[in-house]
């Protein structure tokens, strides 16, 4: 099985080039998929036409790689708990408009059906598709704005999150299930290149959402998340999410309301989303009763992750010592790892993330899809050669192999995972 390239009219037709085998991109190569590394794409995925790209196929007949001239290129959006293993490659024309941030996954056509090279990598069934009751969610997201009709952090995740953006995390807390958003920074210390919240005007794309303009008060926070530690199946709360800054600007205000949280419930999991960069806040939250923590990076490699954070007033050395300090006090431990293709998996990568691991003792890794432009992202980190790569699926087997206790996944873990069986206890 070597599913066939696709292609897209440019008025919103996907066709199939029988002609053309799909190939994969790793950094700026375009490479041979293997069988093993195909699945159906799945439910929640969705497919984009490429502009200014022509796709790169290899050749039915003669085994040779060229262009589908046929029209533009096609990608594949996986949905959560899915890791791409190769990106859609393409040759860029020289007008091309910079793709919008989203992940952008080689796909092609097998059987009547759409293929994606990918694992499942997460069990936790929480953001399927199927699993979300528009008429909950809708009857929901009223009860919680009627019932705090003077809270703007509800009226915000509602109305904003949930309504507008359909955010996954919002619309679960709609039908009052699992991981709680709790956005609380409308700043932040870093100056992302690819940021979902925040682009400066001059820039060739466009934030995906708006950031949080306000500061929640521990009150507005205390309010809804106590019911929901109280209520909700395997329950936590999370700071830090995509429509907001970083949270640990904020952390005075989340230190007070998890004390008062716990005041009210011991109930459930306190999780922060964060870039690691203040360890002394870091260590208050602890103090605090802060159960977990996760930190995004791009990269193990601080040559690779500061062009991309571009960070105000913080080092790299500060996440690795934030992981430290949350292991110290016991806590669970995460990286929401950016996985690109041909930098993730390059040997020195690999390297750096192995000292990273044994470093901190870091619990979990999240494989998460790089949701942005691939030419745009090398460009503006300066990578023009990406060294020697071994494939994502195998440096994902070597990493397991060497850390046996570190766990794989996509989503914070509840604490009756984090204490209890890992693999078995999930929503569902």
Not at 223 to 237: G, Q, R, S, W
Not at 328 to 355: C, H, Q
């Amino acid at each position: 099985m070597t599913p066939y390239i696709l292609y897209s009219d440019g008025e919103g037709n996907i066709f199939e080039d029988t002609s053309l085998y799909t190939t994969g991109r790793s950094g700026w190569d375009a490479l041979p998929i293997e069988e093993a590394d195909w699945i159906e794409l799945p439910d929640g995925g969705n497919l984009y036409e490429l502009p200014g790209r022509k796709g790169i196929g290899i050749d039915v007949k003669t085994g040779e790689m060229r262009l589908c001239e046929k029209g533009w290129a096609v990608a594949a959006f996986i949905p959560p708990a899915h890791t791409g293993l190769y990106m859609a490659a393409y040759e860029t024309e020289k007008d091309a408009p910079t793709l919008p941030l989203f992940c952008y996954t080689a796909a092609g056509w097998w059987d009547d059906k759409f293929y994606v090279p990918a694992v499942r990598i997460e069990n936790d069934i929480r953001q399927e598709c199927e699993g979300y009751d528009d008429k909950q969610i809708e009857t929901g997201t009223e009860y919680l704005l009627k019932t705090y009709p003077h809270n703007r952090l509800v009226k915000h995740l509602m109305e904003n999150c949930c309504l507008t953006y359909n955010c996954p995390a919002a619309r679960n807390l709609a039908m009052g299930r699992w991981e709680c958003p709790v956005p609380s920074s409308p700043a932040c210390n870093a100056n992302c290149i690819g940021c979902i919240s925040f682009q400066p005007i001059e820039e060739t794309i466009v934030s995906t959402q708006d950031r949080l303009t306000f500061r929640p008060t521990p009150e507005e926070i205390v309010e809804f998340t106590v019911p929901h530690l109280e209520t909700a199946p395997f329950p936590l709360i999370s700071f830090g999410q995509g429509c907001e800054g970083e949270p640990l600007l904020m952390w005075e205000t989340i230190r007070d309301s998890i004390i008062e949280i716990r005041k009210h419930t011991q109930k459930g999991s306190i999780n922060i989303n964060t870039n690691g960069s203040k360890p002394d806040a870091v260590k208050a939250l602890c103090e605090a009763g802060l159960n977990s923590m996760r930190v995004s990076t791009n990269s193990a490699r601080e040559s690779v992750y500061t062009p991309y954070y571009r960070p105000n007033n913080y080092v790299f050395a500060d996440l690795i010592e934030s992981l430290k300090i949350v292991r110290s006090y016991g806590g669970w431990t995460s990286i929401n790892y950016f996985v690109f293709p041909g930098m993730t998996d390059s040997i020195e990568e690999y390297e750096a993330l192995r000292k990273l691991i044994r470093e901190t003792d870091l619990c979990m890794i999240q494989w998460r899809n790089f949701n942005i432009d691939p030419d745009w992202y090398l460009g503006k980190i300066g990578v023009t050669e990406t060294g020697e790569c071994m494939g994502v699926k195998q440096l994902m087997e070597l990493i397991r192999e060497e850390f046996p206790d570190l766990k794989f996944g996509y989503f914070n873990p509840a604490i009756e995972r984090i204490k209890g069986n890992f693999e078995v206890d999930f929503a569902h």
